[in-house]
C-alpha cells in the first residue's frame, strides 16, 4: 500500500524559509517514474495545486509561488522535497504531498490517488 508522510512544517517569520519532506513507501516501481503533486490548502479556501512532478522533466510550479519554490525528488531516497523561500502570510496553509496522477489537470486535487496527512506551515507577519 502506497504511503506518503510529509514533516518539516512549522512557524515560520514572513521572509524565511522551510524545507518539507514527502516520504514515499510502498510504491511498486521507483519513485523517480512517479508522477507527483505538492498542494496546499488554507482555512476556508480550495486545495491549491503549487507543484507538479513529472517523471524525468522539470516541475512546474503555480504562479504564486514560482521563484520561490523549489521542489526536487534526488534518486537515493523515496523523498519528494519542497524548499520554500521568501515566505509570505499568503503562504500559511496545511501542505500536502500526493502521487499517481490520474490525467486531465495537474492542479485538480481529485486526479491524485494518494495523499498524505498534511502538515502545517504558518508564516507570521
Known amino acids: 500500500q502506497v504511503q506518503l508522510v510529509e514533516s518539516g512544517g512549522g512557524p515560520v517569520q514572513a521572509g524565511g524559509s522551510l524545507r518539507l519532506s514527502c516520504a514515499v513507501s510502498?510504491?511498486?516501481?521507483?519513485?523517480?517514474?512517479?508522477?507527483m503533486g505538492w498542494f496546499r490548502q488554507a482555512p476556508g479556501k480550495e486545495r491549491e495545486g503549487i507543484v507538479f512532478l513529472e517523471p524525468f522533466t522539470n516541475p512546474t510550479y503555480a504562479d504564486s509561488v514560482k521563484g520561490r519554490f523549489t521542489c526536487s525528488r534526488p534518486d537515493v531516497k523515496n523523498t519528494v522535497y519542497l524548499t520554500m523561500n521568501n515566505l509570505k502570510p499568503e503562504d500559511t496553509a496545511v501542505y500536502y504531498c500526493a502521487a499517481y496522477f490520474e490525467g486531465g489537470l495537474w492542479y485538480d486535487w481529485t486526479k491524485f490517488r494518494y495523499w498524505g496527512q498534511g502538515t502545517q506551515v504558518t508564516v507570521s507577519s
Open positions: 510502498g510504491l511498486s516501481a521507483s519513485l523517480k517514474t512517479v508522477s
